[in-house]
């Protein structure tokens, strides 16, 4: 059930790049706490595929004025490999004591015309109530920024997942030369789920492999006069960038956050919506507009988000149908009963009761 790594393909031969980094084993401690967690044979409760989201209130932007002139970008074509990571998690059941998470995560790169993957998962994990010892002894190793282990399942679960994913990004920095490496999500860091420490050494890697770090994210907290900051790239013809990372640097503290990428508001077509984008600030504001032309002369932009990225991510979801085999996989191997719960909304209402169990 559990796969190191899923070849796949693309048209042409496999080059010797990609061998010394993509291929990386998942770190034996991440694959022993996985299989350690899984050691308890409880009633689990069939879930599918449910997420786990964490809202959080927007953050205000306090400028006089916010900037409004955006930075035209010309495509550039060139011969430098486009990589992107990224890393899923899903709730797959829930046992009387706690609940089973699986993560799984996946690299796409694009060097010419083919895009090829590897897929590194599922890794199912069991996070009692209260926290793990030994899931809070792995995750909070290392980092010197002496981050606080919260203990619910929704922090647990985005520590193991910015384990998992700052792992494969920095196999990837230091594999990678003279890339563009795409990111999901922002470089900002100094949470306790994501430790700033780790994110600094991986663009370190990527920074002495002449690698560009680029990271987008699908939504953004940042809010300018009530209104997400996304909304001040409209009026120009796309595809450009409007650079607000003085005024955001400048209406929050550098610490416990910490801003390692310049921060900018991207809308690369006509047919998307505005993104916020993340560049490594080891490249410069010149870097960095040179690696976002030499993403859009490269790859595939379509509703303004890179082909790599999006198709990262879609590798690394799960979907229902692999949700239940890993149910079934944990019952046949781990001798975890499985019991489906009440959907008390679809008891009390019937068919307009929903299927998400939300209001």
């Known amino acids: 059930m559990v796969h190191r790594a899923q070849d796949i393909v693309g048209n042409g031969e496999i080059s010797n790049l990609l061998l010394r980094g993509p291929r990386a084993h998942i770190p034996d401690a991440l694959m022993r706490l996985s299989f350690d967690s899984l050691e308890r044979r409880l009633p689990m409760r069939g879930l599918i595929g449910e997420g786990l989201p964490l809202e959080e209130p927007p ?55 083919s895009y090829r993957y590897l897929r590194y998962g599922p890794l199912p994990f069991h996070i009692p109530e209260g926290g793990s010892s030994p899931i809070a002894g792995l995750i909070g190793a290392g980092e010197e920024d002496g981050s606080p282990i ?61 690698n560009s770090v680029l990271a987008f994210s699908k939504a953004t907290r940042l809010a300018y006069e009530g209104r997400s900051v996304l909304e001040l790239a409209k009026g120009a013809e796309p595809p450009y960038v409007i650079d607000v990372d003085e005024l955001i640097s400048g ?11 310049r921060v900018f508001i991207s809308r690369l077509s006509r047919d998307g919506p505005a993104f916020r984008l993340d560049a490594d600030r080891g490249i410069g504001l010149e870097g960095a507009i040179e690696a976002i032309s030499k ?13 790599c990225l999006k198709l990262a991510h879609i590798l690394s979801a799960f979907t229902s149908n692999e949700v239940v085999g890993i ?29 998400g169990g939300a209001a």
């Open 150 to 210: 919260q203990s619910g399942l929704i922090q647990i679960t985005a520590r193991l997942r910015n384990l998992m994913e700052r792992w494969l990004q920095e196999s990837i920095c230091a594999s990678f030369r003279d890339s563009i490496i795409l990111f999901d999500g922002s470089l900002t860091a100094g949470t306790p789920d994501n430790p700033a420490g780790a994110l600094k050494r991986i663009l370190g890697k990527a920074n002495a492999n002449g």
């Open 59 to 113: 953050l205000e932007i306090r400028a006089p004025r916010a900037p409004v002139e955006p930075t035209r970008i010309s495509p550039r074509e060139c011969d430098s490999p486009i990589v992107a990571v990224d890393v899923s998690a899903s709730k797959v059941g829930e046992t009387k004591d706690g609940a089973v998470v699986a993560l799984r995560g996946a690299v796409v790169w694009k060097i010419g015309t």
């Open 295 to 307: 993403l859009l002369g490269s790859d595939i932009a379509s509703a303004g988000y890179p082909e």
């Open 251 to 261: 209406s929050f503290p550098s610490h416990p956050i910490k801003l390692l990428g």
């Open 327 to 355: 149910q079934r996989f944990l019952s046949g191997s781990k001798g975890i009963q499985l019991i489906q719960r009440p959907n008390l909304r679809r008891m009390l209402f019937g068919p307009f009761g929903g299927w």
